[in-house]
Each structure stands twice: as C-alpha cells, then as structure tokens.
C-alpha cells in the first residue's frame, strides 16, 4: 500500500513540475527594416538612436482563458517609443508563450532590432560656409499687372 501511494505522489509530482516548466519561444521572422509610421524613407537621412532595443506585446491567460491576442505592431511601437524613435533595423521577431495549468500562462511577441530616428533637414542645420555657396536664381514674371518670382534653379535643395 505504501508503494502504491509513494508511487502515486511521485508520478503526480513528475506531471506537476513538467507542466510548470511548460513554456516555448519560437524565432518568428526576420525584417530588415520594420516601422508602424507613415514614413517616406527614400532620399531621407536617418541616425542611430539605439542598438538591440527590445519590445513586446504580452496577453495573460487567467486559468484557462486567454485575455486577447499579442501583437507585432504593439510590440514594434514599444520598442520605437523606448528610444524615442522611428524606424527599426535588423529586427528579430519571438513568439514565446509559458502556462502553469489552472493558474497562470501567457503570450506574447518580442522584437528585438536597432531603432533608428529620422534627421530632420533645416536652413538651422546648414553651416555657413555651405549657405554661402549656395545660389538661387529667380525669374520674374508678369501676370495681370503683379509681378510673381518663380524659382528656375536652386543649389539649397541638396544642403
């Protein structure tokens, strides 16, 4: 009889403990360049804000109910807003997702990626010497009566 329940205890301890260590991380997807913004990226100069930024969208699951579902965007817009900025790199997508049976478990998407903000062009940003080589040349034209300057040719557009 004392077999038999030590037996028991011990079988049901093992089924305990690999429920408790049940858990799984998936490698997702790869992107070379990720962002949840309406940017226009072609001829624009970005600079390096942060390497290996980290964000994630987690849903719990209370029992046996999931609470919703994770989301790459909540995850990419995360990591965005932890180092403050626009574009993301080399990004890494994880799904993981751990249960303890009856009690607690949850899913979640991580990304992982080098975060990348947006350089904003200015006449505040030209330094002077660059401001004196510029040209501008203007060409004036009548219509009814006012005069207009429209722009024929102008170097500023490549500062």
């Given amino acids: 009889m004392k077999t038999r329940t030590l037996l028991l205890i011990s079988l049901f301890l093992l089924i305990f403990l690999m429920s408790v260590i049940y858990g799984c991380s998936t490698r997702y997807g790869a992107l070379t360049v990720a962002t949840t913004k309406n940017i226009d990226i072609n001829m624009r100069e970005f600079e390096k804000v942060e390497e290996g930024v980290v964000g994630e969208s987690k849903k719990p699951i209370i029992i046996i109910i999931p609470t919703g579902n994770p989301s790459i965007e909540d995850a990419i817009d995360e990591a965005l807003q ?42 505040s940003m030209l330094t002077e010497n660059k401001l004196k080589d510029a040209q501008l040349v203007l060409k004036a034209v009548s219509r009814d009566g006012n005069i207009e300057l429209i722009e024929v040719e102008s170097s500023l557009k490549d500062l």
């Fill in 82 to 123: 932890k180092a403050g900025g626009d574009i993301m790199q080399n990004v890494v997508i994880y799904y993981k997702w751990f249960y303890f049976p009856w009690v607690y478990g949850y899913y979640k998407f991580e990304i992982k990626g080098d975060v990348w903000k947006l350089k904003e062009k200015s006449t």
